[in-house]
């Protein structure tokens, strides 16, 4: 019956496979198609120019400025969520004390996992209008109409927050931690519920306390999970681009104010819709993927460690 | 308890999802410039190939006819009122009506397919740019509309009866791509019982302006709001600043992206004049910062004076505008040894209509058009979207105008002749981009006038 096994497992993989190159790989080769012409995006005409649009991309000021935005997105969106999500999940699962001893998480534990795990039910349009209100210029914005209420602020000289070019970018960030924190928390609680009590109870038998117990017994157990965050945060940290192009100002997907919060998504967009420049724009989108692709690949090796078992 | 299966599985897992997010992530840019590999058919029939004077572009009345208008300020009933208009004249045509206001993503994979609309009102912020169309050789030369029968008067021609400016509006390099149907004329508007109230007169001069921005700003309301997270807005106060003092000769130089224009003194004139809202900090509190909605409703409610607009502003407002607001409009005042006078303002036509050229029925779009610009046509707009339209005398006396829509018209009879627009923001979108940006930090006095100039100039080598 042997020599039926291979026909029957054709079978099941020739379609995905096939719809994988069709939806995923053809589009990519066509990017790079793309990137070579001077195609407009607004009819199929379109003209070879070699390497062109790749020589301009990095005589393009704005191009280099919003690659240095999604490399400080890069370095400060995993950082601190994953540090959030990995304190928060540790007080709710292990943090825990008092009473009669053994592990737990802190009281009312399944209560804040709930109430962090919140925003990831928000779509992002919803997010985008939730907080253009929280950020809004006027006393009218929740920050403002509270520093102005506390007397912390001149109602004259309302905080820009998204429309100054110091916070604007900082502001989203602040907006994707929000919204990130608690599917960290949640995944990272599901990695801690699967490390065995009993690892836990030998070293408060021993007399650890939580920090010990978070450096030497969590963090070890949970860093295949660690890893796989911040794969997923650094892809997200080079996207971004629903949040900045709805809440900051600026013609055209926004990236403003005068280009401060512009991200490489928020430019491409730009180019490819608005000022008809295609190619230019795929020619982006091909390096958007090798630097996501590189980045992915980096931070796979560099944190790879000694399998642990338990 | 962890046994080595169960690790193994959950590790495979892991693992196959980080590779799931890397393809998903890098996609989602990548999937944005997949196009689709569709060719076009040659089965567009030539306009005016079969052409008569009563059916001038040659429609065969029963091809369907494909119309796509922007739902934006002025709504989309008043195109269904020239869908019936054209269905009388061919009844046998199945008309698809498409109301949007994402123009962009709705239509650029049509024209990359081959297969666009045959009318397309290109409005809005997600608008296809007119001049990225026209170089991808995507438009249909309206010339042919221009030199067909007006309707109404077959003794006349359609280029006979538009409003002076239209053509050039919708031109590009001599040919006439987009029919600007709506007449929109813009300039500062205000709250006449507001100012009646506390015996304010709208000032002439910008001097009084500012002066008179003093004393509203003493009364406890804030002078001068604006849009601030759209600096196009802003631009129409300096860029009329600048049309008055410098004449519409300078206004051909800029939107013709002359670099030396900007060296003209009436430039830093104009800039440094609206400056002085700024230096006076008769900005209302977080105005830089708010969305165009924003602005206008905290101006509706009487926190603010000033604001500057297009004549859409009124039925964009309609909802939270109070019944007693009497809205009312101000030329930009003028500036000592300005050329054209105190009454100028820009006015032109705006809402470009276009005919693709790959247009299935592109001799029933241009027909389309050509009903639009009828007087039965242009009161049906005029009552659906409380705005004028393009046609000369394009009202009869029994449509009744809201207040602003009024005072704009008295503005635009009383300005005659000294009407004055700019095609950049039309054409010159790269360029139109920078000046905002460089106003932008203007309001938040970042740069100075004179810096502003210098940026401005630098923008016009900023070409699509």
């Known amino acids: 019956m042997r020599h039926k096994k291979y026909p029957f497992i054709v079978g099941f993989l020739i379609v995905p496979v096939a719809l994988y190159v069709l939806l995923v790989i053809w589009p990519y080769v066509q990017t790079f198609g793309y990137s070579l012409t001077d195609w407009s995006g607004a009819s199929q005409q379109m003209n070879f120019i070699g390497l062109r649009n790749y020589t301009s991309l990095f005589g393009d000021s704005v191009f280099v400025t919003a690659l240095e935005h999604n490399l400080l997105l890069l370095i400060v969106l995993p950082l601190a969520t994953i540090l959030l999500a990995l304190f928060f999940a540790f007080m709710l699962n292990v943090g825990g004390r008092g009473g009669t001893g053994g592990v737990k998480g802190v009281r009312g534990a399944g209560f804040y996992k709930v109430v962090f795990f919140f925003p990831q039910v928000l779509s992002v349009a919803i997010l985008s209008v939730l907080f253009q209100g929280v950020y809004r210029t006027d006393q009218g914005g929740l920050l403002n109409g509270v520093l102005v209420k506390l007397g912390l602020e001149d109602p004259n000289k309302p905080l820009q927050w998204l429309a100054d070019p110091n916070w604007g970018l900082w502001c989203v960030i602040g907006v994707l931690i929000w919204s990130g924190v608690g599917f960290y928390l949640v ?29 030497k017994i969590t963090l070890p157990l949970l860093w295949e999970t660690i890893q796989t965050a911040w794969v997923y945060l650094a892809i997200a940290a080079m996207d971004c681009f629903a949040l900045v192009s709805t809440m900051t100002p600026g013609s055209y997907y926004g990236g403003g104010p005068d280009h401060h919060s512009e991200i490489l998504a928020t430019l491409l967009m730009r180019n490819f819709i608005t000022y008809g420049k295609a190619g230019y724009a795929c020619a982006m989108g091909v390096v958007i993927f090798f630097i996501t692709l590189i980045l992915s690949v980096i931070s796979l090796r560099v944190t790879r460690r000694e399998q642990i078992e338990f | 308890m962890g046994s080595a299966t169960e690790f193994n599985r959950r590790d495979v897992f892991k693992r196959a999802a980080a590779v799931t997010v890397l393809a998903a992530g890098g996609s ?22 079969t052409g008569n004077a009563a059916n001038p572009f040659g429609v065969k009345p029963n091809d369907p006819l494909d119309v796509v208008i922007f739902n934006g300020g002025y709504g989309d009933g008043y ?18 009506h498409l109301a949007t206001q994402d123009i962009s993503p709705k239509l650029q994979p049509r024209f990359n397919a081959g297969n666009p609309p045959d009318v397309i009102d290109d409005s809005g912020a997600q608008q296809l740019k007119i001049d990225v169309l026209e170089k991808a050789g995507q438009l249909t030369d309206l010339s042919v509309l221009l030199d067909a029968p007006y309707l109404d008067d077959p003794t006349k021609k359609i280029r006979d009866v538009l409003l002076p400016g239209t053509i050039e509006q919708g031109t590009i390099d001599g040919k006439m791509y987009s029919l600007n149907y709506v007449y929109t004329v813009y300039g500062l508007w205000y709250s006449n019982k507001l100012f009646t109230d506390k015996g304010w007169a709208p000032p002439k001069t910008w001097d009084d302006f500012i002066a008179l921005c ?33 004449g519409t000769d300078l206004v051909t130089r800029i939107d013709a992206l002359d670099p030396t224009a900007f060296d003209d003194p009436a430039v830093l004139a104009g800039v440094s004049a609206f400056f002085k809202i700024m230096q006076g900090d008769y900005l209302l509190p977080g105005t830089n910062g708010m969305t165009h909605t924003e ?8 926190k603010a004076a000033f604001i500057p607009s297009g004549s859409w502003l009124e039925n964009e407002m309609i909802k939270v505008t109070p019944a007693d607001f009497d809205m009312a409009f101000l030329p930009i005042p003028s500036l000592a040894g300005d050329k054209l006078p105190q009454t100028a303002v820009r006015a032109g036509a705006g809402e470009p209509f276009v005919v693709p050229t790959k247009a299935k029925n592109q001799a029933g779009g241009l027909e389309f058009l050509r009903i639009m610009l009828t007087k039965e046509g242009s009161g049906k707009f005029a009552a659906a979207a409380n705005s004028l339209s393009v046609l000369k005398d394009g009202i009869g006396p029994d449509v009744v105008l809201k207040p602003g829509t009024k005072s704009s018209s008295v503005a635009v ?8 627009n700019y095609s950049y923001p039309d054409l010159q979108t790269a360029f139109d981009t920078e000046l905002q940006n460089a106003t932008n930090e203007l309001v938040n006095s970042r740069i100075t ?16």
């Open chain 1, 187 to 215: 995944l990272f609680s599901a990695a801690m519920q699967a490390v065995p009590k009993d690892i836990y109870e030998a070293a408060l038998l021993d007399g650890a306390g939580r920090g010990q117990t978070f450096f």
């Open chain 2, 413 to 420: 009879t009383a300005a005659g002749s000294n009407t004055f």
């Open chain 2, 214 to 246: 003093a004393t509203i700003k003493s009364s406890g309301i804030a002078p001068f709001a604006h849009q601030g997270k759209y600096p196009y807005y802003a631009n129409y106060v300096i860029l009329d600043l600048i049309a008055k003092q410098g």
């Open chain 2, 28 to 49: 989602s840019f990548l999937a944005a410039c997949a196009a689709g590999g569709g060719s076009s058919d040659g089965k567009t029939s030539a306009p005016g190939s």
């Open chain 2, 79 to 96: 195109a269904k009122a020239f869908e019936a208009m054209y269905k009388q004249k061919y009844s046998g045509a199945n008309i698809s």
């Open chain 2, 295 to 302: 602005s206008q409703t905290a101006w509706c409610q009487g």
């Open chain 2, 449 to 464: 006038p004179q810096e502003w100039v210098a940026r401005a100039k630098a923008a016009t080598s900023k070409k699509v």
